[in-house]
Structures are given as structure tokens and as C-alpha cells.
């Protein structure tokens, strides 16, 4: 069973950058056809996709974010990580990583929320 | 983008009694080479992360209990709970990935017990 787990700072001051990491376990990150994406949920809102990676290091960015976006991947630790610069309050958010099947999401991490406050 | 739209916001249904969420897509998902809709559902409660209950517009995943059923094609589509129990109260989203990977979601709704 795959099981993905969010970890990095619940605290980031603005215009700073917010870096997270998505550990995969329960399967390689390299099996499959899948892709490996970054979600997140503004409390009290929607799901807003941020992007994604292959593990051949190819990525795919939300174009509202991209500027700010960057998702990289290390095969080596089974982990994908995002960073998202110049943070302001609007990016304060549970933020989830995901597999990607081209499609749906059908396994999640149970999120971790990053506050953006001075 | 392709803008999903949910109706109602937020519902209220008896035990029992059936549960009906309407989701519309400001384009067709349906891709015409293979006659599939590009839409799928997903159930959220509080503090977890979302659940995928049907794929396809009207595929149940593994495990989804059957009174979940999904219906419609092209901008139009609904998801059904036949019989709402207690542990159904949950936020829905549609999403659409007909324009991978650009995915949109719907805005959720909220079902509540009457």
C-alpha cells in the first residue's frame, strides 16, 4: 500500500520561501506510470493543484503559480519536494502531495499545514 | 481553465433519504475518441485528506460502497448517495482532468444530516 507524508515548516514569513517534502512509501517513486503532484486547500476552501513531476524530472506547473513554482524530485530517498518563493499570506494553506495517474489522485498524504505570518 | 461548478453549496438530507451533488464543467470533459468523461469525485472529511469515490464520471474505486453512483456526460454531471448514512457527512469535489494536467476542482459541497 502506498502511503505518502508531507514534512517541512509549519511557519514561513513572507516573501520567504516555503519548501516542503513528500516521502512515498510502501513502493518506489520510480514504479509505474505515475506522476507526482502537489495540492493545496486555503482553510475553509477548495483544492487548488499546484504541480507535478515524473521521475525522469520533467514538470508540469499550475500557470497561476508557476513563476513561483518549482517541484523537484530525488529517486534515491523516494521523496518529491516543492518550493514556493515569495510567499504572502494567500499561501497560507494544508498543502498535500499526491500520485498522479494522469487523472485522478488516488493516494494522498494527510497534509501539513504552512501558516505564512511574520 | 476549465471552471467546475458545484450545486448546492451546502445540503441537508435525512438518514436514509437520497443525497444528490451536481457538478457542471464550463466545457465538455467527454473526449470523443474514446467516449469517456473526464470527471471524477472525491469525498473529504474533516481533517483528512480527499478520498477518490468514482473516476470516469460513474466508476466506483475499489472498496466505495454502492449507494455512491455517479452519473452524466460532457458539462452536466451528479453524484448520488442512494441512502445517506451518518459517516457520509463529508465535503464533495468534482474534478476534472480532461485538460491534464492543468486539473480544477469544484468549490465542494457540504453534506450535512437533517
Known amino acids: 500500500q502506498v502511503q505518502l507524508q508531507e514534512s517541512g515548516p509549519g511557519l514561513v514569513k513572507p516573501s520567504q520561501t516555503l519548501s516542503l517534502t513528500c516521502t512515498v512509501s510502501g513502493g518506489s517513486i520510480s514504479t509505474g506510470n505515475y506522476y507526482w503532484s502537489w495540492i493545496r486547500q486555503p482553510a475553509g476552501k477548495g483544492l487548488e493543484w499546484i504541480g507535478r513531476i515524473y521521475t525522469t524530472g520533467s514538470t508540469k506547473y499550475n500557470p497561476s503559480l508557476k513563476s513561483r513554482v518549482t517541484i523537484s524530485v530525488d529517486t534515491s530517498k523516494n521523496q518529491f519536494s516543492l518550493k514556493l518563493s515569495s510567499v504572502t499570506a494567500a499561501d497560507t494553506a494544508v498543502y498535500y502531495c499526491?500520485?498522479?495517474?494522469?487523472?485522478?489522485?488516488?493516494?494522498w498524504g494527510q497534509g501539513t499545514l504552512v501558516t505564512v505570518s511574520s | 481553465d476549465i471552471v467546475m461548478t458545484q450545486s448546492p453549496d451546502s445540503l441537508a438530507v435525512s438518514l436514509g433519504e437520497r443525497a444528490t451533488i451536481n457538478c457542471k464543467s464550463s466545457?465538455?470533459?467527454?473526449?470523443?475518441?474514446?467516449?469517456?468523461?473526464?470527471l471524477a469525485w472525491y469525498q473529504q472529511k474533516p481533517g483528512q485528506p480527499p478520498k477518490l469515490l468514482i473516476y470516469w464520471a460513474s466508476t466506483r474505486e475499489s472498496g466505495v460502497p454502492e449507494r455512491f453512483s455517479g452519473s452524466g456526460s460532457g458539462t452536466d454531471f451528479t453524484l448520488t448517495i442512494s441512502s445517506l448514512q451518518a459517516e457520509d457527512v463529508a465535503v464533495y469535489y468534482c474534478q476534472q482532468y480532461y485538460n491534464t494536467p492543468m486539473y480544477t476542482f469544484g468549490q465542494g459541497t457540504n453534506l450535512e444530516i437533517k
Open positions: 466545457q465538455s470533459v467527454l473526449y470523443s475518441s474514446n467516449n469517456k468523461n473526464y
Open positions: 499526491a500520485r498522479d495517474g494522469g487523472a485522478w489522485f488516488n493516494y
